[in-house]
């Protein structure tokens, strides 16, 4: 399958470390991006798997993988960083993509 | 620096077709993938399509036989038509440019979006 699964929700207290996760058979195929998306606002690359984090992410944000599932861990996560992430990857074609459900992040 | 900017119709009638092209600006469209994804109001991001600089095509399975996507790398411009439009259409579009490296994938630039509204 190349299904990719994310929590819907979840939740993390301001300064504390979060982590968010993508799981699918596909992942032990392929390597995982992750997307940040904020209201009102197009996605933004955070993690592209190849070049570890995008330009002007902050190095709280790191992204792992193992087995069937990806991971992005932020480190001391800020107000900033409430938004939606997506994790993505090729499918079991190879030609196509998919992205998971999203995961939106709500700091207290 | 590399900038992606999406253009078309707000409103489209059902059963019409949608046509909506990205513009690159600030680099070359050769040598990359360029998608089109989409995102309905609340819900999450779906891949349409992408189209590589020399024109070769792949598209969501879900939609085959209603899209269509081209590339005119003299304009540094890229295209999508999608066909027998519904509500569930409705969505916003972002045009977005792909990178590929082996087993790695990723979308490393996003146009700012833009609404459509398939509605009588």
């Known amino acids: 399958s190349s299904e990719l699964t994310q929590d819907p929700a979840v939740s993390v207290a301001l300064g504390q470390t979060v982590t968010i996760t993508c799981q699918g058979d596909i992942l032990r195929k392929y390597y995982v991006s992750w997307y940040q998306q904020k209201p009102g606002q197009a996605p933004r690359l955070v993690f592209s798997g190849y070049n570890d984090r995008a330009s002007g992410i902050p190095d709280r944000f790191s992204g792992s993988s193992s087995g069937n599932s990806a991971s992005l861990t932020i480190i001391g996560t800020q107000a900033e960083d409430e938004a939606d992430y997506y994790c993505n990857c090729r499918d079991n074609s190879g030609n196509h993509v998919t992205f998971g459900g999203g995961t939106k992040l709500t700091v207290l | 620096q590399v900038q992606l900017q999406e253009s078309g119709p707000g409103l489209v009638k059902p059963s019409e077709t949608l046509s909506l092209t990205c513009s690159v600006s600030?680099?070359?469209?050769?040598?990359?993938?360029w998608s089109w994804i989409r995102q309905p109001a609340g819900k999450g991001l779906e891949w349409i399509g992408r189209i590589y600089s020399s024109g070769i095509t792949d598209s969501n399975p879900s939609l085959t036989g209603r899209l269509t996507m081209s590339v005119a790398t003299s304009q540094n411009q890229f295209s999508l038509k999608l066909y027998s439009l519904t509500a569930a259409d409705t969505a916003v579009y972002y045009c977005?440019?792909?990178?590929?490296?082996?087993?790695?994938?990723?979308?490393?630039?996003w146009g700012r979006g833009t609404q459509v509204i398939v509605s009588s």
């Open positions: 977005a440019r792909g990178m590929l490296y082996g087993d790695y994938w990723y979308f490393d630039l």
């Open positions: 600030g680099g070359s469209i050769n040598s990359y993938y």
